[in-house]
């Protein structure tokens, strides 16, 4: 039997594209689950659902955005030159007008649209993460449930500078999976209904 280190071809990670399609799905789920609750008045949320919802949420969120920032830039990093022209042709369709979010540093009061490998650094070095909440403009005082809004700050430092970025998650979410159906396309309805027959 051949040593299986000496296999002649470029053996980068892999990455499942399926897995970063389902964890996209997975926190979507959580952040619109979490919008559909704000402003209801206090006495509407409650029981065992919510209350493990209310209490797992972020957390979950957390890890689904960590995996794919992970598995986002690992693949970047092995793209061969050729592969990593066209990834960032897709990546730049996301990019500018702040889409993605912003970034901003402790010591310049300006702001700079997040970029795609950007907004995955971020993820994985940031120290506090925390979705912003609204609870549909009532009153704060008031008993409404408070959901999530859609955008995660996120806060860390790079060597002595501080830094917070305000990332927009589902448009991050977005170009994750148009990143993962160009490098690795959905079959069509035609090709899943040959596979079930």
């Known amino acids: 039997m051949d040593n299986p ?13 399926d897995e970063v399609r389902d964890l996209c799905f997975d926190a979507y789920s ?13 006495d509407e949320v409650g029981g065992p659902l919510h209350e493990y919802f209310l209490r797992t949420a972020e957390a979950r969120l957390s890890d689904c955005l960590l995996t794919i920032a992970v598995r986002m830039r690992t693949f970047e990093d092995i ?13 730049l369709e996301h990019s ?6 912003s970034i901003g540093w402790n010591d310049s009061s300006d702001r700079v649209d997040l970029t795609f490998r950007e907004a995955c650094n ?7 993460f925390r979705p912003t909440y ?8 008031e008993n409404y449930a408070w959901g999530m809004t859609g955008i995660v700050e996120l806060m860390g430092k790079f060597g002595k500078r501080e830094w917070d970025v305000w990332l927009t998650a589902e448009e991050f979410l977005s170009a994750c999976l148009h990143i993962a159906n160009v490098v690795d396309p959905l079959p069509t309805e035609d090709e899943e209904t040959a596979e079930r027959e």
């Not at 959580?30 to 206090?42: Q, V, Y």
């Not at 793209?79 to 990546?91: C, R």
């Open 5 to 17: 280190y000496w296999h002649p071809y470029y053996k980068p990670h892999a990455i499942d594209f």
């Open 30 to 42: 959580i952040i619109a689950a979490s919008h559909a609750i704000a402003g209801l008045p206090g």
């Open 79 to 91: 793209l061969s030159d050729e592969a990593k022209s066209e990834y960032d042709k897709v990546v």
């Open 96 to 101: 500018g007008n702040g889409e993605l979010g």
């Open 122 to 128: 971020k993820i994985i070095h940031t120290k506090d």
């Open 134 to 141: 609204d609870n549909d403009s009532n009153d704060r005082e």
